[in-house]
């Protein structure tokens, strides 16, 4: 397979998956590098075990957005509300494929799961990550989320805060501006 660089001055659309883009999802997770995989599963896994995985990713409790390379999904972050907890928690999980790594891609998910999380009234957010993978541990303490860890895992939890119009507007544009860069056929070159 051949290896992706992106552009430097590369702009990244995010918005929300739908049914209709699984298969995008399923080509982005089995593109995955084995530190990547390892990393977002919590141990290595096979194709096998990811396309089981993608058929139930669609689910009424699962939110999944996605940040893309003009038609190419590169990055995903999973929201899975935990229905029969109350309060309402929530968990999620991240996918950056590697050469787009370090671009900022991870933070602009979680802010966006957040968002989301918050308005749907989502009172606690939980993350587990590999006690090595630093760049969870790093966005994890971005979004001021409690950290603690044992037997190589951390955990962390986030209490989101209550919606409110600015934060549904927030959610509303976000998904606003990700529709119209999927519709849109014309890729911005850049003013000078």
């Not at 995903?76 to 787009?100: D, H, I, M, N, Q």
């Not at 993978?133 to 994890?140: E, K, V």
Request: charged residues 25%.
């Amino acid at each position: 397979m051949a290896s992706v660089q992106p552009d430097s001055n590369a702009v990244f659309s995010i918005r929300r998956l739908w049914p209709m883009d699984i298969v995008f999802y399923r080509e982005h997770l089995l593109r995955l590098d084995p530190e990547s995989r390892h990393s977002r599963f919590g141990g290595g896994v096979s194709d096998t075990y990811i396309d089981a995985y993608v058929d139930t990713a669609m689910r009424p409790d699962t939110l999944i957005y996605g940040s893309f390379d003009e038609a190419r999904l590169i990055a995903a972050g999973e929201l899975r509300v935990l229905f029969g907890t109350w309060p309402l928690r929530a968990e999620t999980a991240f996918s950056v494929e590697k050469p787009y790594q370090d671009h900022g891609l991870g933070d602009q998910l979680f802010t966006r799961i957040i968002t989301a999380a918050r308005n749907r009234g989502i009172t606690r957010l939980g993350m587990q990550c590999l006690s090595h993978n630093q760049r969870m541990r790093h966005l994890a303490q971005k979004h001021h989320a409690e950290m603690t860890t044992a037997d190589g895992e951390t955990e962390a939890q986030l209490i989101p805060l209550t919606f409110n119009p600015i934060s549904l507007f927030e959610e509303w544009m976000g998904e606003a501006d990700g529709t119209l860069s999927r519709l849109n056929p014309w890729k911005p070159t850049g003013l000078n």
